[in-house]
Structure formats: structure tokens, C-alpha cells
């Protein structure tokens, strides 16, 4: 009987995490990324600084959080739901709804794509003294 109520509930989890897999915004980051603006700064930027450019966590718009970087938007919204142990990364599955979630990355996503563009700039603006 115990196994039966494991195997139910593991499947009741991989279902709900193959519902996450996509973004449901990646088309369509504006308005998601407005609200996710503001999400983030009341749930992540203590941590993670104005922006997601880092802190005492980790910067969220270069390297493996930016755009081609390792980590996809169904990891971020893994580590975002669930937490990182051993990391001050806790869960915010209970404080923010699925929706708000994905709308904090989609904000991360279209601040990763406006950093690159104007780091792009700055490069070949760049003058050396």
C-alpha cells in the first residue's frame, strides 16, 4: 500500500513538473516581464540585487543564468519553486502562484537580453586611453 501511494504521488509530481517545462511568456515576454519586474524586487532583490545582477546570490542575467546559458527557464523555474538546499535559496512555491513565477522569468530573461545588448554597445563604443 505504501508503494502504491509513492508511485501516485511521484507521478502526480512528474506531471505537474512536465506542466512547468515552458515558459508560457517566451513569446510574449513584455507585459509578463512589467509584472515580473515588480515581483522580483518585493521577493528576490534582497538577494540577487536591483535587476538580478548579483549579491549575496548569484547575478541572474550572464554566464549560465543569461541567454544561452546552461540553465533553462524549466531549471530556473525548478530552483524558484523548490529551493536550493544548502543555499540560502529557499522555496517560494508557497509565496508566489505558477503564474507569478514564470513572470519573474520572465523578467530575468528580457534584463539578460537588454544587459547583452548594452554590453554590445559599450564594446564597440569602447575607446582605450
Known amino acids: 500500500m505504501k508503494l502504491i501511494k509513492f508511485l501516485f504521488l511521484l507521478s502526480w509530481i512528474a506531471v505537474g513538473l512536465a506542466h512547468a517545462q ?31 545582477k548579483g549579491g549575496k ?14 540553465n ?17 535559496m529557499g522555496s517560494f512555491k508557497g509565496s508566489l502562484s505558477d503564474d507569478e513565477i514564470w513572470q519573474v522569468i520572465s523578467f530575468l530573461r528580457e534584463e539578460a537580453l537588454r544587459v547583452k545588448a548594452a554590453e554590445a554597445k559599450n564594446k564597440d563604443t569602447y575607446v582605450p586611453w
Not at 547575478?59 to 546559458?69: A, D, I, N, R, T
Open 22 to 52: 515552458t515558459n508560457p511568456y517566451a513569446e510574449r515576454l513584455s507585459q509578463a516581464a512589467k509584472n515580473g519586474e515588480e515581483l522580483f524586487g518585493r521577493n528576490c532583490q534582497q538577494c540577487h540585487n536591483s535587476r538580478g
Open 72 to 88: 533553462s527557464d524549466a531549471y530556473m523555474y525548478q530552483v524558484i519553486t523548490t529551493g536550493r538546499p544548502n543555499t540560502a
Open 57 to 70: 546570490a548569484p547575478q541572474l542575467v550572464k554566464g549560465v543564468w543569461g541567454p544561452g546559458g546552461a
